[in-house]
């Protein structure tokens, strides 16, 4: 008997996990890169404009700050692409 409570416990706290990593996933894909942009960027330093630095240098930024900020690629490609856009 109380094996299968253990059992159960540990059943609905799996799909539970799994259930709420995958809406958290779900949410951090959806954003833009402007809400990346704005979430990620100042938490450690002001923000600099799109206009400060070129596409290239934005490439190489953002690859710097993928390690530093720990964010995925899909999330540094839509930070890229946002700022090329407003640049």
Same mark, same amino acid.
């Given at each position: 008997?109380?094996?299968?409570?253990?059992?159960?416990?540990? @059943?609905?706290?799996?799909? $539970?996990?799994?259930?709420?990593?995958? #809406?958290?996933?779900?949410?951090? /894909?959806?954003?833009?890169?402007?809400?990346?942009?704005?979430?990620?960027? @100042?938490?450690?330093?002001? $923000?600099?404009?799109?206009?400060?630095? #070129?596409?290239?240098?934005?490439? /190489?930024?953002?690859?710097?700050?993928?390690?530093?900020?720990?964010?995925?690629?899909?999330?540094?490609?839509?930070?890229?692409?946002?700022?090329?856009?407003?640049?």
């Amino acid at each position: 008997m109380k094996t299968k409570i253990i059992n159960s416990v540990l @059943v609905v706290s799996f799909f $539970a996990l799994l259930f709420y990593g995958c #809406s958290t996933y779900k949410e951090i /894909t959806s954003k833009s890169g402007a809400q990346l942009w704005g979430e990620n960027c @100042v938490r450690c330093h002001n $923000a600099p404009s799109p206009s400060a630095f #070129s596409d290239t240098e934005w490439e /190489t930024i953002a690859q710097h700050m993928r390690v530093r900020a720990n964010l995925n690629s899909t999330q540094v490609n839509k930070i890229v692409d946002f700022l090329k856009m407003a640049n």
